[in-house]
């Protein structure tokens, strides 16, 4: 299980990537050849990327369970009670964009969002973008959330017996997990690959993706520096009773909403 954690963590980073459209088909000139900048266009694409997700945190469970060391195994409850509270706040967040949408496939939501950036989600939905964005990243462990691997108080953590290339692997999943958290919202609420102007859809769809990641990341990179770390019952009343009721909230108001345009 030591050496399987590392494995568990990044494997499932990874494989998140499947279902996340970069950019939108095209037809090579001259040919027939269709270029798709996914891997794979399926129905429960959403719900894919959560359950994946879900299961990397049995990476960090079981490696700091099997250390054999107290702050390996303080890390590791610390970081399963987190990112389980936050990741329930995070998928009530995006339940909106799916009533919009009518549906859970990447492609859909992100067709739903063309015309322009009026018709982005973030717009429809701007509670629901500011909520997903506290709990990503609360749910991939950076400041002020990094409470798993607080270096003050438990010496790194879930990942303090680790080292080399296993170490490594944990530390390439949490920047794996942050750029999923990123290609995400911007597909869920910035309007994937389309350029925020018809008149600008000249230039490929994959460069507007890419454009719109990086000020994610930047930001990602910015807070980090930024705030302070929070103390860890803050935290855990921070994500059940602030974020989980605004999550309901706007929920129930976007379901309101809809019927009564309905």
Known sequence: LFVMAPMISIITAIAIFAVIPFGNQFTVPGTDW??????????IGLLFIFGFASIGEFGIVLGGWSSGNKYGLFGSLRAAAQMISYEVALGLSIIGVIILSQSLRLTDIIHAQAGGF???????????????????IA??????????EAESELACGFNIEYSSMKFALFFMAEYAHM???????VTLFWGGWQPPLPALSFIPGVVWFAMKLFVFLF???WQRGTYPRLRYDQIMKFGWKVLLPLTLINLLITALVISLKG
């Open 179 to 185: 750029i999923t958290m990123g290609a995400l919202a």
């Open 139 to 148: 749910e991939i462990n950076r400041t002020p959330f990094d409470m798993p």
């Open 219 to 221: 930001f990602f990179v």
């Open 34 to 43: 269709v270029v798709k900048l996914r891997l794979a266009d399926v129905d």
């Open 118 to 136: 009026w018709n982005w989600n973030v717009w429809y939905q701007p509670v629901a973008f500011i909520l997903y964005i506290i709990c990503g």
